[in-house]
């Protein structure tokens, strides 16, 4: 949570999207066939067996939140539904920002317009857009840690949060290695506290569809400006 303020700008940074704390999206990770009478329930609608996974990413492609327990064939707006994080917003325990969902997601999300009528609503589809497509190429990179699991699923389930964890790991420390005398955990704790923190906050509660409705639009409006799309969006 304290570093929501510095997420938030590195969002805006992509395409001066506002109040971002993440971007959602869930991933099949497939696997053998469980057997047993429930074995189907690992189909997903691509025809394989699978764990359906929801991610969280920052606009770094840095794991955020990850929720690993659900067979291939449930929804992902059924997993959201009864994830943790879920909770977290509606309880007000997260209230600086929003995730950034496609449109399978309940519109709390902020999710695109089906239909974009106005410059403004096609201005907000693009920036949304631009900005959610970090958790689809995060994605891209993490799967080649946790591909075609052959193990049990209590096995399957916790390899793909540790590999969850070596992503981040990898993220963390591509531009610099740390030293042999120096703990990994060490070295990542000192390599934030060296970031300069972002002080400016944008406090945001969506508690319902209404709310989450209108601050849509009141961010399609303000893409509403040929001016500010063609010279801030890049």
Not at 44 to 70: E, P
Not at 127 to 149: D, F, P, Q, Y
Not at 173 to 185: A, F, G, I, K, R
Not at 205 to 221: C, F, G, K, M, W
Request: aromatic share 10%; with cysteine; hydrophobic share 35%.
């Amino acid at each position: 949570i304290d570093e929501f303020p510095q997420v938030i700008q590195e969002f805006h940074a992509v395409s001066n999207f506002p109040g971002v704390v993440g971007a959602i999206d869930c991933t099949y990770i497939k696997i053998q066939s469980p057997g047993g009478n429930r074995a189907e329930i690992y189909r997903n609608r691509k025809g394989y067996f699978s764990i359906n996974v929801q991610v969280i990413s920052d606009a770094n492609l840095r794991i955020r939140n990850v929720t690993a327990r659900w067979p291939g064939s449930v929804h992902d707006s059924t997993i959201f539904n009864n994830s943790h994080i879920r909770a977290q917003f509606e309880m007000g325990r997260v209230n600086e920002g929003l995730l950034l969902g496609d449109s399978g997601y309940p519109l709390r999300n902020l999710t695109p317009y089906l239909h974009p009528e106005t410059r403004g609503q096609h201005n907000y589809n693009t920036a949304h857009i631009r900005t959610r497509n970090c958790v689809e190429r995060m994605i891209g990179v993490w799967k080649r840690l946790s591909l075609g699991l052959r193990t049990k699923r209590e096995t399957t389930l916790t390899i793909i949060v540790a590999t969850a964890v070596l992503h981040n790991i990898a993220i963390e420390t591509m531009d610099e290695l740390p030293p042999e005398n120096l703990p990994l955990y060490r070295f990542i704790q000192e390599r934030r506290m060296r970031n300069d923190r972002i002080q400016n906050r944008v406090p945001i509660q969506v508690e319902d569809e209404a709310t989450a409705l209108a601050y849509r639009n009141a961010i399609a409006q303000h893409f509403d400006c040929e001016y500010y799309f063609h010279f801030n969006i890049k």
